[in-house]
């Protein structure tokens, strides 16, 4: 972030209603003109805070790729089985693709991150590594029949998380091309009968952690359900 950047709430209106703007219309597709409309501000207030539409993307992405740190940690800490983990933390993404309109310009911008002259991170930026480290300390007990290492696991499921992206740009059936996808991937990444069963039981570890992000920052946990 650049120094003479402000940031208040202002910063954060600026950055939400900008993100509605690029997740609806794309980078190229979004005018300067337009953002300063939706923001309803006028051009040197906006500059004051942003120089360019340039730098106002690169910060929507940053605001985004910012979130999964502390998301990864809040999964990490309920101390379920890795691979539980892992799913729950891929549907915790795609609702937050559906119900956050600063996640989804995030990612759009990310996918579309070859328009956009300052380097900008690729979507789900360090998953691969997150997941990997995850996987890694559940060893034998847990990934017997594992039919590859724990990194390739990682690229596997970011790869196919990123593919759902990109299939549902707009949210529309990611939570169902999601479990599509785990239905496919359980049997390879650990022995399941019932690949539905695990899906179901990924999904209450979810659930989990809502509750205890809502007990313990019931405000925090409702500006992540309603960002508006």
């Known amino acids: 972030m650049a120094k003479h950047q402000r940031v208040d709430e ?12 690029f997740a609806e219309k794309g980078y190229l597709g979004t005018s300067v003109n337009e953002l300063l409309e939706r923001a309803g501000m006028t051009k040197n207030a ?12 690169v910060a929507v992405v940053d605001n985004t790729k910012a979130q999964w740190p502390p998301l990864i940690a809040q ?5 379920a089985s890795a691979v539980d ?14 119900g956050d309109v600063a996640v989804r310009g995030g990612v ?11 380097p900008v991170a690729p ?10 480290r995850l996987l890694s300390p559940a060893g034998e007990w847990e990934l017997m029949g594992l039919s590859a290492p724990a990194d390739v696991a990682a690229r596997v499921i970011v790869t196919c998380l990123l593919g759902t ?7 529309a059936d990611i939570g169902k091309r999601l479990t599509e996808v785990w239905t496919v991937i359980l049997p390879g990444l650990r022995p399941t009968p019932d690949p539905a069963a695990r899906i179901a039981t990924g999904q209450s ?17 409702l500006r992540i359900l309603d960002p508006s």
């Not at 570890?205 to 946990?221: G, K």
């Open 10 to 21: 202002t910063y954060y209106r600026i950055l939400n209603t900008s993100a509605g703007l």
């Open 46 to 57: 906006f500059y004051s805070y942003f120089p360019s539409k340039e730098a106002l993307a």
């Open 75 to 79: 999964y990490e800490a309920l101390r």
């Open 85 to 98: 983990t892992v799913i729950a933390l891929t549907f915790e993404v795609a609702d937050r693709l559906v």
């Open 108 to 118: 759009r911008l990310s996918l579309e991150r070859d328009t956009i002259k300052t």
């Open 123 to 132: 979507p789900l930026d360090g998953w691969v590594e997150e997941i990997e």
């Open 165 to 171: 992206l990109y299939a549902s740009p707009g949210g």
């Open 205 to 221: 570890l979810r659930e989990r952690a809502r509750a205890n992000a809502a007990a313990v920052a019931p405000t925090t946990m």
